[in-house]
């Protein structure tokens, strides 16, 4: 499997809710890095912190998200992903779409670091 085949296998398993195929997509100690800004900002360092500090508050928080990717980019161990999130949040019944820029860096078949752009303001409009 190339690389962009293993991003848009992670992808297809995010919008499947296959939370297994994901973690056997991701290196154990990935390196995971949200946008400062954002509820989620910040670094995470493992699966389980990824796990707990990012994808169990999205779906704790949001209905409906979508990470939806315009763009694959391959760059040899590096895959760029041009695209859109949307979601609403629950607790504002907003709804956010954000331009999203997204770098993976992938060894041996596994997402060993992931670090997201995203437009900030559209999020935090969502959830004030």
Known sequence: MSNIDVIKRLYQAFSEGDIDSVSALLDPSIEWIESDG?????????????????????GAEWDNFT?????????????????TDSATYKATGKKMIAPTASIWTLKN????????????????NAIE
């Open 109 to 124: 078949g596994k997402v060993v670091k992931f670090r997201q752009y995203i437009d900030t303001l559209a999020v935090v």
């Open 38 to 58: 954002i509820p989620y900002g910040g670094v995470f360092k493992g699966y389980e912190a990824v796990l707990n500090g990012v994808f169990a508050k999205i």
């Open 67 to 83: 990470a939806h990717v315009d763009e694959f980019i391959d760059a040899g161990d590096i895959v760029v992903t041009l695209g």
